[in-house]
């Protein structure tokens, strides 16, 4: 039984719930007894989609950009957290002429992958119990594997994500495992 939830339920948040990954964990963890979870999203109409059916998930709507607010309304009646988000920086859709050109000025914002990992982890550090866990990617290390290591590991150092690392998402990945 849980310290948080108020039902003897296990209540597990999952980060980027309506994603390939996220799908999958949702609906392993919720065919398990006794546990509920919190598909966390920013589209809701996506995720009744995809959960509404599904009495054992209960759908959150949050800006994982707004790590001020991760302890009151994200992480604050949940057991554990299962990060499946896809960070890097969001952009907003709806961001207009006039914010684009002020962030030119305001310098490039910190992926989720770190502010909301960070924050999430240091919420979950507090409490006697709790785990976070992160699916990232099995490449992340490999753009920092020596010359020789890749030419003894030849495909696997030179699959196109490591070459391409569009972003330097895999390093984002890295630093946030690290975290």
């Given amino acids: 039984s849980s310290q948080l939830s108020t039902s003897s339920a296990l ?4 980060t980027g719930a309506t994603g390939n990954l996220g799908r ?3 609906k392993e963890l919720s065919s398990k007894p006794d ?5 966390c999203v ?3 109409e ?3 989609e995809i959960f509404g059916d599904n009495k054992a998930v209960t759908i959150k709507v949050f800006d994982l950009e707004k790590t001020r607010d991760i302890s009151t309304q994200l992480c604050d009646d949940v057991d554990h957290v299962i990060w499946t988000a896809a960070g890097s ?10 914010d684009k050109f002020l962030n030119i000025f305001r310098g490039e914002k910190e992926p989720i ?3 909301a990992v960070r924050e999430i982890c240091r919420v979950l550090g ?21 010359d020789d290591k890749k030419q003894r590991l030849i495909g696997c150092s030179d699959i196109p994500i490591v070459r391409l690392n569009p972003g330097n998402i895999l390093g984002t990945k890295l630093e946030s495992e690290e975290l």
């Fill in 11 to 14: 209540r597990v948040l999952v």
């Fill in 24 to 26: 999958l964990v949702v």
């Fill in 35 to 39: 546990t509920e979870v919190v598909a």
């Fill in 42 to 44: 920013r589209n809701e």
């Fill in 46 to 48: 996506k995720a009744t």
């Fill in 89 to 98: 920086v969001q952009t907003k859709q709806d961001e207009g002429l006039i």
């Fill in 113 to 115: 992958d770190k502010s």
């Fill in 126 to 146: 507090k409490r006697e119990r709790g785990k976070f866990v992160m699916c990232s990617s099995a490449g992340v290390s490999r753009p920092t594997w020596s």
